[in-house]
């Protein structure tokens, strides 16, 4: 059989090695762009040809998502699957905030995924199938306290997602989004203070599950919306954040 093609936005950042291991193990091949050390190299070993991306690529940039997209068609000829996550946390009141940092958050949060899906849902359209998933946040699903733009501008790219898996349904492409909070992974850490013991402990107890989630077990969820395995679901948004949301 062939080997689904799948492209994610970013290998070294956030869920993306995870998330190729995961495509790795279901048979895929995979284009992506800046692996971390020795990634492409597992991912060979795990079966998987692998197509990286040269240069650093920031989605939020008008272009760089089509290169992704221009070099998947030029090495395999399709795109089965895509995933895509960007952003950046800014916290703090609202009547604190300015402008800049607004603009700030639209062009990471809100750029990027209106950047990656003009890219990557046309050639799925014309071949008549093809799965994308958008990673959000769950601070866009409910009022947060102490990041209210972000959780507003998160709002406004999982209701993208949304309105675009709406226009193509028809066509055969699926997508979806999914939101995530309370996550193990450094940018958050940062923001929250985390890497400090007491101070996880303390944002550990806000989560109804008692803990921060791993990259490991996301991208495993995120497999239901990009493997192949279940191709009847569309336009739907479902937050992973240990009950928070």
């Keep these: 059989m062939t080997r689904r093609v799948a492209l994610i936005n970013n290998g070294k950042q956030y869920a993306g090695p995870a998330l190729a291991r995961e495509y790795a193990r279901r048979g895929h091949d995979i284009v992506f762009a800046m692996p971390e050390d020795g990634l492409v190299e597992e991912l060979e070993a795990m079966g998987a040809t692998v197509e990286v991306v040269p240069g650093k690529i920031d989605i939020s940039d008008p272009g760089d998502a089509q290169k992704l997209v221009d070099a998947a068609l030029a090495r395999f000829g399709r795109i089965d699957s895509a995933v895509m996550f960007s952003g950046r946390i800014i916290i703090g009141r609202f009547t604190n905030s300015t402008v800049e940092q607004l603009d700030d958050i639209v062009?990471?949060?809100?750029?990027?995924?209106?950047?990656?899906?003009?890219?990557?849902?046309?050639?799925?359209?014309?071949?008549?199938?093809?799965?994308?998933?958008v990673i959000t946040s769950a601070a866009g699903a409910r009022p947060t306290p102490g990041a209210p733009l972000y959780s507003s501008v998160r709002a406004g790219a999982t209701m993208m997602a949304r309105n675009v898996a709406d226009e193509v349904a028809s066509t055969g492409v699926q997508v979806n989004a999914c939101g995530t909070n309370f996550m193990d992974f450094p940018e958050f850490r940062k923001a929250a203070g985390a890497d400090d013991p007491e101070r996880r402990k303390f944002i550990e107890s806000q989560v109804p599950m008692g803990r921060l989630g791993t990259m490991e077990e996301f991208a495993a969820f995120c497999m239901a919306f990009l493997d192949g395995s279940s191709q009847f679901t569309t336009g739907q948004y479902v937050a992973y954040a240990g009950g928070w949301a």
Excluded at 111 to 126: D, G, Q, R, S
């Design 107 to 133: 062009h990471t949060c809100l750029h990027a995924p209106y950047e990656f899906l003009k890219a990557v849902v046309p050639p799925m359209v014309e071949a008549g199938s093809g799965q994308v998933l």
